[in-house]
């Protein structure tokens, strides 16, 4: 008889278990944007359509989604979406440019510019719940992550106007005007909430907020200016029953205050070694990482050596989902990522 497809099976996932820090019988594997990128197959159907009007089909969202569970058997798929899709969907002008990243119109550098921005209505992401809705019977056992941009991380894309690397004109507002830098941070962290709300009343099994950038700043800047508005954000799903997963990248500093907004599981990137973010985020916390994704283009035995190092550290927290440190790198070969997910499997059983 074929398993029923009820959450049940969801709950008792490795994936969702190490989540709460509950025993498996080895580190559940997803990879940090494993959906498009790297996959030939991703590329061809996404063939010449513009990443945000991919986003806006379900259909095709849910064959990308599953792309890379048929390929490499991750124990859990990333919905394939982006950050800044409930931005453009509350309608706010921006684009994602091949290459690039999101690049936003008209900025939003002052209070008027805070003031005009838009709420995110449930229905203007109705797509995305329809899209959660086609892949839950497909994935069957496989749980699926909705998720969300942070509101640092977001902020700094409609402040800069793009992607930047100094963040100078958010930490300009930030600095310099502070109050409305937190009206800006809390009309996000509402725009996101919804967006979450969204995906997880449609059936997602965890969430994931990611707040890459929030690395760019001391522990009392993030204390003070981030931690607040995050903290909003996991907060108002602290009842929902789904895990929260919280990642930004160079955060080894910042590991105590990511967990203290209210994450079930940290993200740590390959900078810190998991038995150290282990102790850092406290021991009610699983953790999720850390394979440098350059670590990927080396020869395979340097590969086998770091994933053998990374599960036996992250023995040392109550619960280890194995991932990268940050985003699948385009140029990756697929065929790697399969032997990693296999390894990770096998390491655990051995
Ligand atoms: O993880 C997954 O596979 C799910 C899909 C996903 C995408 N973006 C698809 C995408 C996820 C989780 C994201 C999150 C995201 N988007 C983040 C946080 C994660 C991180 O990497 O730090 C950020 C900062 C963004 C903003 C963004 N969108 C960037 C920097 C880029 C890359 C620009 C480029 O082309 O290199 C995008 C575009 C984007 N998002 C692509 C994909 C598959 C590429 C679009 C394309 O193929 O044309």
Redesign the pocket.
């Known amino acids: 008889m074929m398993a029923p497809m009820n959450s049940t099976n969801i709950h008792q996932s490795p994936f969702v278990r190490a989540c709460w820090g509950q025993p498996v019988p080895y580190p559940p594997v997803w990879f ?6 790297s996959l030939p197959e991703y590329r061809q159907v ?1 063939a010449d359509l513009p ?1 945000l009007e991919s986003c806006r089909r379900p259909e095709l969202v849910t064959e990308i989604t599953l792309q890379p569970v048929r390929r490499h058997r991750v124990d859990a798929a ?7 899709v409930p931005l453009a969907a509350a309608g706010i002008d921006l684009d ?1 440019v ?5 690049v936003v119109a008209d900025p939003v550098r002052d209070a008027a510019a805070v003031a005009a921005l838009p709420r995110l209505d449930p229905d203007q992401v109705g797509y995305v719940a329809d899209a959660v809705a086609l892949l839950l019977p497909e994935l069957k056992d496989t749980p699926l992550i909705g ?1 969300a ?1 942070a509101p640092f ?1 977001l902020a700094s894309y409609l402040v800069e106007g793009g ?1 930047s690397r100094h963040h100078e004109r958010t930490k300009a507002l930030m600095y310099g005007a502070p109050q409305v830098w937190h009206a800006l941070c809390a009309r996000l962290a509402e725009i996101t909430l919804t967006f979450l709300r969204v995906q997880v009343g449609a059936g997602v099994a965890a969430v994931q907020l ?1 707040d ?1 950038w929030a690395g760019a700043l001391s522990e009392a800047d993030y204390r003070e200016y981030v931690l607040p508005h995050s903290t909003a954000v996991l907060g108002g799903l602290a009842g929902a029953g789904v895990p929260r997963i919280h990642f930004g ?1 160079g955060t080894g500093h910042l590991l105590p205050a990511m967990a203290q907004a209210g994450a079930d599981v940290v993200g740590v990137d390959w900078r810190t070694p998991l038995s150290e973010a282990a102790t850092a985020v406290g021991p009610d916390r699983a953790v999720q990482g850390n394979l440098d994704p350059a670590v990927l283009f080396a020869p395979w035995p340097a590969i086998e050596a770091q994933v053998r190092r990374i599960v036996a550290e992250g023995a040392s927290a109550p619960g280890h989902v194995f991932n990268l440190g ?2 699948v790198l ?1 140029a990756t070969d697929p065929d790697i990522l399969t032997r990693v997910v296999a390894l990770v499997h096998e390491v655990s059983a051995g």
């Open positions: 940090m944007r494993q959906a498009g990128r996404r990443m990333i919905l394939f979406s982006d950050i800044v994602i091949p290459g690039v990243g999101p998720f941009g991380t992607p990611f890459s990248v940050h985003g385009p």
